[in-house]
Nanobody
Framework: QVQLVESGGGSVQAGDTLRLSCAAS????????MAWYRQAPGKERERVAA???????IYADSVKGRFTISRDNNKKILYLQMKSLAPEDTAIYYC????????????????WGQGIQVTVSS
């Protein structure tokens, strides 16, 4: 199983930009579809974005055009660049590594990060 550790969260104002990082270890990394999920208290977990080993990406409609997911396979780091942040983006963000058979990390999650808080104030 891959081990994942998130960093880069914090409290920002609406309209600000934040970049999350997820450092991976314990696997080849490059073969895993990766994703960012988020969950606010009392709400369902939401897949924010996912990226294939080769770099193809998908985004939730709620973040499309504002967030960018990327990966550095040499450094084994997953990133989430978040622009134009809004209060509705406030949540705990989780890094996820999925089985290679799960094309966009929709359900077969092998490993989760511990989560990192992002708070956006208006």
């Amino acid at each position: 199983q891959v081990q994942l550790v998130e960093s880069g969260g914090g409290s920002v104002q609406a309209g600000d930009t934040l970049r999350l990082s997820c450092a991976a270890s314990g696997s080849a990394f490059s073969i895993n579809p990766m994703a960012w999920y988020r969950q606010a208290p009392g709400k369902e977990r939401e897949r924010v974005a996912a990226i294939r080993p080769g770099g193809s990406t998908i985004y939730a409609d709620s973040v499309k055009g504002r967030f960018t997911i990327s990966r550095d396979n040499n450094k084994k780091i997953l990133y989430l660049q978040m622009k134009s942040l809004a209060p509705e983006d406030t949540a705990i963000y989780y890094c996820a590594a999925c089985n290679p058979v799960d094309y966009y990390c929709a359900g077969y999650v092998n490993s989760w990060g511990q989560g990192i808080q992002v708070t956006v104030s208006s």
